[in-house]
């Protein structure tokens, strides 16, 4: 379980755009900009991952050792703001990568469920951030490409604590000067989401009516 004080965060960033692009992802110099003193974390782990298949299971492995939360970003061609997106998908990845390779049965990992939600409430995240004035879009679609693939890899290793945000690829949301100061509010409001989560389950089991049926419809939350 994740401690509220400094939680243990990783974050990588994808190194390509859409489908069939081998563009370089703009997110490594902006997020090198990102005020981390000002998050609560212990640990921030900057991985780039290349648009390959056979690349993502190998590399996140290694991202997620002793990670208690992760967030990875990638890129979006045609958006104008950032998506926070709430879903991985298990089925559907059909495209090539870079290297005209498909995943076996067009699917991430065999046996599991056809798709995993992130703990993080990106519906209720999105609303609160667009009530400060920030532009941001729910999403529940990552692409069915590379970004949708290591996101739905990702819950599925880490037990759903693990957040995606697309971030545009061109126009003026896309220069540093703006796009940072608006992933650093994103970001820190995970945590402050992550934190609220943890003190709610903290308090119910304290509580001497807690029931063990009830835990259990807690745990898959934290």
């Not at 509220?4 to 859409?18: A, C, D, F, R, S």
Request: aromatic share 8%; net charge neutral; glycine share 6%.
């Amino acid at each position: 379980m994740w401690e509220t004080v400094n939680p243990k965060v990783n974050m990588h960033t994808m190194m390509g755009g859409g489908v069939g692009t081998r563009v370089q992802s703009p997110s490594n110099s902006q997020i090198s900009k990102i005020c981390f003193a000002s998050l609560p974390v212990s640990i921030l782990l900057f991985s780039p991952i290349t648009v390959q298949y056979s690349h993502v299971k190998v590399d996140l492995l290694t991202f997620l050792c002793d990670s208690q939360f992760a967030i990875h970003l990638g890129i979006a061609p045609g958006s104008r703001g950032i998506s926070l997106e709430q879903t991985g998908k298990n089925h559907g990845y059909r495209d090539r990568d870079v290297c005209a390779f498909c995943p076996v049965n067009h699917c991430c990992i065999e046996g599991g469920p056809d798709r995993l939600d992130s703990i993080i409430d990106m519906r209720s995240l999105s609303k609160d951030l667009k009530q400060m004035g920030l532009d941001v879009i729910y999403s529940r679609d990552a692409g069915r490409y590379l970004c949708d693939f290591v996101y739905y890899c990702s819950l599925h290793h880490g037990h759903v604590r693990a957040a995606f945000i697309h971030v545009p690829a061109s126009g003026s949301m896309a220069t540093p000067d703006r796009l940072v100061p608006l992933l650093q509010t994103v970001i820190q409001a995970m945590l402050n989401q992550l934190e609220a989560l943890q003190t709610c389950l903290k308090n119910y089991t304290d509580k001497p009516q807690a029931h063990y049926c009830d835990l259990i419809a807690w745990m898959p939350l934290l």
